[in-house]
C-alpha cells in the first residue's frame, strides 16, 4: 500500500495531475484508488453547498465541518483501501484545513489538535503556482466566486502551504507545466513504490 496527497490552492491542477496519476500507474498494472476532499458523503455535500457558498462565522465552523468530514473519509475510505493493497491518489487531506482555517485567522495548533488523531500520509506534493495564475486560470474556468478564491486570500493560503512545506518536508512542484509537472510527480511516486515494492503489483 501506499499514500500519497496531492494539497494547493483551486486552479494549480490537482484534479488534472492525478487523473494522469492514474492514467500513468494503472499502465504498469498498478492498482489505484482516488478519492478527494470534500467527499461525496452527505457532509462533503454539505460543506460544497453551504459552508462554501457564503462566508460564515466564526470560522471555527468550517474546521469542524471539513475535520468530521475527513474523520468520516479515513475510516470508510481510504482505510479500507489501503488494506486492500491498493496505492492511495488523494486530492487534498488535513493540510487543507490547517491552511486554510489557519488562513483565515485560526490557531495553528488548535487546527493541528483536531487532526490529531487522523494518520499521515506516504508522502505530500505541494503544488504552488503564483496567485496571479491561479486567478487565471479560475476565471478560464469560471469558478472565481468561492469565498476561498479570493485573491488576497489566496496570498495567504500560498505562504502559509510553502512554510508548512519547509516545516513538514513536503515535497513542492510548480505547476506551471502540466507535462513537467506529471513526469516530475510520477517519478517520486515511483520511487516510493518501488521502496515498499508495489512497482510490480498487478
Request: proline share 4%.
Amino acid at each position: 500500500m501506499a499514500w500519497i496527497v496531492i494539497e494547493g490552492p483551486d486552479g494549480v491542477g490537482k484534479t488534472t495531475l492525478i487523473s494522469l496519476l492514474r492514467g500513468s500507474l494503472t499502465e504498469k498494472g498498478i492498482k489505484v484508488c482516488v478519492t478527494s476532499e470534500p467527499t461525496n458523503s452527505p457532509l462533503g455535500k454539505l460543506i460544497r453547498e453551504w459552508l462554501l457558498k457564503q462566508k460564515i462565522e466564526p470560522p471555527h465552523v468550517y474546521a469542524l465541518a471539513f475535520s468530521a468530514d475527513r474523520y468520516y473519509h479515513y475510516h470508510n475510505v481510504i482505510k479500507p483501501a489501503l488494506s486492500r493493497g491498493e496505492v492511495l491518489l488523494q486530492e487534498r487531506y488535513k493540510e487543507s484545513t490547517i491552511v486554510y482555517q489557519g488562513a483565515m485567522g485560526l490557531d495553528l495548533e488548535w487546527l493541528e489538535l483536531i487532526c490529531r488523531y487522523l494518520p499521515d500520509p506516504d508522502l505530500t506534493i505541494l503544488l504552488d503556482l503564483e496567485v496571479g495564475k491561479i486567478i487565471q486560470r479560475l476565471k478560464l474556468r469560471g469558478e472565481s466566486g468561492d469565498i476561498f478564491e479570493k485573491k488576497d486570500f489566496l496570498h495567504r493560503v500560498r505562504e502559509l502551504y510553502l512554510r508548512r512545506a519547509r516545516e513538514k518536508g513536503f515535497l513542492v512542484l510548480y505547476a506551471e507545466d502540466l507535462e513537467k509537472l506529471h513526469r516530475q510527480a510520477l517519478q517520486y511516486i515511483l520511487t516510493l513504490l518501488e521502496e515498499k515494492g508495489l512497482t510490480r503489483r498487478r
